[in-house]
């Protein structure tokens, strides 16, 4: 006789709810997308979740013009793609250096960076703005760069710590009896370790820096140096009935988001649980 096949109730239960929860995620964006491809006229008399009449691919085309995307993204891309590199490569070199180094007073060191992660924001704008104008770095996607730097450090260099510490002592035995210095320990044994946790925080950090709104509003008031959130923020005060373009504008801001988080994804899962503190 063959044995009858219970059901793993746990299972479908767990299928059920990731499905309802994926429908739940994936219905504004649906909602979206068929707004994005339907006239002004069509939005205001039909169902939202009907499909378009005449499907109007021209909508994304208008909104790119009219919201000067090609130069806003052309911005937000520079400032990310020099931010976020630079940022992980200085947070994990100061991360390696207090959890393996083990200087003197290297904890105070690290709860005196940590701290840097609790000042808000809206706190340090006045300074920021006021210290950026007197370095000629006002209305500057350069000098947006350096209080983004700030900001985001202290995160990750205690991200990064809880990782760093639970790498086992004995690789930097065996590195330094082949003769690696602390910088070669660094770079040839303990950062190819840290990818997935690198990844993780590469799409954090990406995307924090994508979507920054407030700094931004502040310290880029010129038209020429503005950023995506802040276009975005434009065509909805201009275009706020247009709802056809405000859909295609949001739709292709969030595209490169969605583009690195899909080339990192694979990582994302397990380096968001590789900064667990240790010891």
């Not at 393996?100 to 701290?115: D, G, Q, S």
Request: one cysteine or more.
């Amino acid at each position: 006789m063959t044995a009858v096949r219970r059901a793993n109730y746990p299972l479908i239960g767990l299928w059920i709810a990731l499905v309802v929860t994926a429908l739940l995620w994936l219905a504004p964006f649906a909602f979206m997308v068929l707004t994005s491809l339907k006239s002004t006229a069509e939005i205001g008399r039909g169902s939202i979740w009907a499909l378009p009449e005449v499907w109007h691919w021209d909508n994304y085309l208008k909104a790119a013009e009219r919201g000067e995307l090609w130069t806003v993204a052309a911005n937000s891309a520079y400032i990310a793609l020099i931010k976020v590199p630079l940022g992980l490569l200085v947070s994990a070199a100061a991360a390696f250096a207090i959890a393996r180094l083990r200087f003197k007073r290297h904890r105070a060191l690290l709860i005196v960076i940590t701290l840097g992660s609790m000042v808000p924001v809206q706190v340090a704008l006045a300074p920021m703005f006021t210290t950026l104008s007197s370095m000629g770095l006002l209305n500057s996607t350069n000098g947006i760069i350096l209080p983004y730097l700030a900001f985001g450090i202290p995160y990750q260099v205690f991200f990064l710590y809880g990782f760093f510490r639970s790498l086992p002592g004995e690789l930097d035995e065996a590195a330094r009896i082949d003769g690696s210095g602390n910088w070669r320990l660094f770079v040839s044994v303990c950062l190819p370790l840290a990818k997935p946790a690198l990844a993780a925080l590469f799409i954090l950090d990406f995307v924090a820096t994508w979507n920054e709104y407030g700094m931004a509003l502040v310290l880029l008031q010129d038209q020429e140096a503005r950023t995506v959130p802040l276009a975005l923020q434009a065509f909805q005060s201009q275009f706020a009935s247009n709802y056809g373009q405000l859909n295609a504008f949001i739709i292709m801001s969030i595209l490169p988001v969605l583009i690195v988080y899909l080339m990192f994804q694979r990582f994302f899962t397990q380096g968001a649980l590789a900064g667990a503190i240790k010891g």
